[in-house]
């Protein structure tokens, strides 16, 4: 069963949530009005609100204990609600805590019109959800549980509360970024529908437009036989693996969505399997070492790279791999024209997590490798480790880096995040004969590539890497080679 999409119009005035409703109706099935965020002036002109017969219509006023807006009297709430009876809203959404009168409730209901029963906790699944629930659905024709999620393995309790529920009329919301996969896998959880918002992509709330629900994540199109897969890590929100995975299933018509997984710990996602067909994960920070340590079966890379980038679920139970190390070559060989590196001298900067699994990709292409890092003891070890050298990441190094210097990796935080306007190799004067690759892909052009390519160097940056890292995963999770040469995100 497909899931509608309810798009949350939250307006000052009636205009400006026909306007939000017109630039997403090609993705919208019914609509959410939050009377509480009209101007009061606005509630005379419900009564002929143009989408009435044209999608579904709910009608929403919302108080400040509940995440609302609407601070009138009990009074007002009643005469607001006497007034909409004659009106063609198809639901009205009242809080557990604030019946109407029974008399009032009954008669609109006479009339066709449907109560959805709401409770919001802003501190997380309240232990007697199950039991408010169907209290709730007794006097109501579903209940809509939306409760603030605190850390990922909230999300199992959401799932099982859910499944507890499957003989009810229900929805299950979670609120926050760790919710975001509540939204998208509504239909996993039983959900009459999904709520949407009008800002574009997904925000601090976890709340997500209309368009990137449907035509991302199809969520009109999955079903509950269908698989499951993501990325897991923290942060998550900046990944591209969503677009990527999800634009190679749509295009090959694989019955998956590909959905990003904000986490603590990778065994909380592990534990969704319980109600989720989770059939493959991108595993990227801080999860990698977890993810090589919790497989029941690791290939050769992931042995010697101590990391996994990528979990396939089989018969088993989940099998490591590590693309990340294809993804780096690849890129390279291209540039360098060989299917080998015989005699290429490299010098790779860093000794982080990334670091391992390129300096012995290079070592197996047959390449020599000159390991640099600021913490010199690290390099060494890793250098001593994997059959390379090492040298502090400093000027004092200048002439061992020039005898390494055929290609140069950067493979340090250093030119993303906070530190975006940080080159680690400042020192360094570019000849213009040195292939410049750094793995960071956000910014594609780093300060360590902008000075190499202004020596002249060719370069090759992080999202080649990332593109072909993720190939190589989406024919390890689905059989078939991704259907596009290149991707466009
Ligand atoms: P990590 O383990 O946190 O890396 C830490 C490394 O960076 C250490 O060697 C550290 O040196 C060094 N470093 C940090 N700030 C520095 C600075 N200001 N100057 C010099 N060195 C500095 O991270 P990681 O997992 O290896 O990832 C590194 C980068 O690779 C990230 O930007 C990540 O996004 C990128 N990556 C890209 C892809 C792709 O597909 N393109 C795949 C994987 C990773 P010390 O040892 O001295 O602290």
Redesign the pocket.
């Known amino acids: 069963m497909s899931l509608p999409v309810c798009l949350v119009l939250s307006g000052r005035t009636l205009q400006e949530n026909l306007e939000n409703y017109d630039r997403f109706r090609a993705w919208v099935d019914m609509v959410e009005v939050r009377a509480d965020k009209l101007a009061p002036e606005e509630w005379q002109k419900l009564g002929t609100w143009p989408l009435f017969g044209v999608c579904t219509n709910l009608l929403t006023l919302r108080r400040p204990e509940d995440g609302g807006d609407f601070s009138g009297s009990d009074q007002e709430r009643l005469q607001f609600y006497q007034n909409r009876l004659e009106e063609a809203w198809d639901w009205w959404d009242l809080e557990e805590q604030h019946p109407l009168p029974r008399s009032l409730e009954e008669a609109y209901r006479a009339k066709g019109g449907k109560i959805l029963r709401s409770f919001h906790d802003f501190h997380g699944p309240p232990h007697d959800a199950q039991q408010r629930a169907r209290n709730m659905i007794e006097d109501s024709d579903a209940v809509k549980i939306a409760v603030f999620v605190k850390d990922s393995s909230q999300l199992w309790d959401l799932f099982h509360l859910s499944q507890e529920l499957r003989d009810i009329n229900h929805i299950v919301i979670g609120i926050g970024p760790y919710g975001l996969v509540t939204r998208i896998l509504g239909a996993a959880l039983g959900s009459l529908w999904t709520y949407a918002t009008s800002e574009l992509g997904s925000n601090s709330l976890g709340q997500i437009d209309p368009r990137t629900l449907k035509e991302v994540y199809r969520v009109d199109k999955w079903t509950l036989t269908d698989a499951v897969y993501g990325v897991v890590g923290n942060p998550i929100h900046h990944s591209k693996s969503p677009l990527f995975h999800n634009n190679g299933f749509r295009e090959l018509g694989f019955g998956a969505t590909y959905v990003p997984f904000l986490a603590d710990r990778l065994a909380d996602v592990l534990s969704l399997s319980d109600y989720l067909n989770l059939k493959g994960l991108s595993v ?3 999860f ?1 070492e977890q993810a090589a340590q919790v497989a029941a079966l690791v290939e050769e890379r992931v042995r010697v790279c101590k990391a996994a ?1 990528t979990l396939v679920h089989t018969t088993k139970g989940w099998v490591a791999h590590n693309t ?1 190390t294809i ?2 070559i690849k890129p390279l060989l291209r540039q360098i024209g060989s299917g080998n590196l015989d005699g290429i001298k490299v010098s790779v ?7 391992r699994g390129i300096v012995w990709v290079l070592r197996q292409y047959g390449a020599r490798v000159l390991v640099l ?3 010199f003891n ?2 060494q070890i890793l250098a001593a480790e994997l059959g390379a050298e090492a040298a502090p ?1 400093s000027a004092d190094s200048l002439e061992r880096l020039d005898a390494f210097s055929d290609v140069i990796v950067q ?7 906070t ?1 975006i306007d ?1 080159d ?1 190799l400042e020192f360094y004067p570019w000849k213009g004969s040195e292939i410049a690759y750094d ?4 910014p594609p052009r780093t300060k360590f590539l902008q000075r190499a390519q202004e020596k002249g160097c060719p370069t090759i ?6 593109v ?3 190939k190589e995963q989406f024919e390890l999770f689905t059989g078939h080679e991704y259907p596009f040469e290149d991707p466009n995100f």
């Open positions: 990227t920070l801080p990698k980038n990340d993804g780096f900067i860093g000794s982080g997590g990334a670091t890092n600021r913490t690290k390099a990441l493979t340090t935080s250093a030119g993303m995040g530190q940080v680690p793995i960071i892909y956000a940056n992080g999202v080649a890497m990332f072909e890292q993720a």
